[in-house]
């Protein structure tokens, strides 16, 4: 119930997009050394102040900030890789010892599918005005808006969005603002 149009922590870099006056997201950058995040607040409903903590986790993901330079892929670090290879080896394993032929079929679809994940760049049209963010998540800082259709390569796919090179720099836009080639 109260006011959040002038709330803010003073710790770091923060943004607060209010969405109706009484509620909104909060972006803020903290130093590395803050576990929990402690604030309070006057409550109008009950006309006293309350605590808050906010336990913080850092987790890395497999995500790049990175927007001027053009990744190299490690296929050995993805766990699914590993994985089809894993099985081609055994299916080629199961053709010597058993001596059927018939089972190099496992081994070639196994090989298939990883070479179909691994495709090397893609090459999509970026639809106009499709936004290119840094990090694949709404709240993501735009360094990019295509005004005309573009071809751009996609790098990899995450959670609904696309990690493309465009104009020689790396970013990330939704999976659906990009069309087949």
């Known amino acids: 119930g109260g006011q959040l149009a002038r709330f803010h922590l003073g710790i770091g870099e923060e943004n607060l997009t209010l969405t109706t006056p009484t509620t909104g997201q909060f972006y803020a950058i903290l130093p590395e050394k803050y576990r929990q995040l402690k604030l309070y607040y006057f409550s109008p409903a009950t006309e006293s102040y309350r605590e808050v903590v906010i336990p913080i986790n850092l987790q890395f993901e497999k995500v790049t900030t990175q927007t ?21 080896g055994i299916g080629i394993l199961a053709v010597l010892i ?12 196994t090989v298939g599918y990883f070479g179909y994940l691994n495709l090397p760049y893609r090459d999509r049209i970026l639809k106009p005005g499709a936004e290119v963010k840094i990090l694949p998540t709404p709240q ?4 990019y808006i295509s005004k005309r259709p573009e071809e751009v390569q996609v790098l990899k796919e995450y959670r609904g969005y696309s990690k493309i090179l465009v104009q020689n720099r790396v970013g990330w836009v939704k999976s659906n603002e990009l069309e087949e080639w």
Do not use: A
Request: cysteine-free.
């Open 68 to 88: 001027n330079i053009k990744p190299e892929q490690n296929l050995l670090g993805d766990p699914v890789n590993l994985l089809l290879l894993g099985l081609t």
């Open 98 to 109: 058993y001596q059927k032929w018939w089972l190099l079929l496992f081994p070639l679809i």
């Open 140 to 143: 993501s800082t735009t360094f």
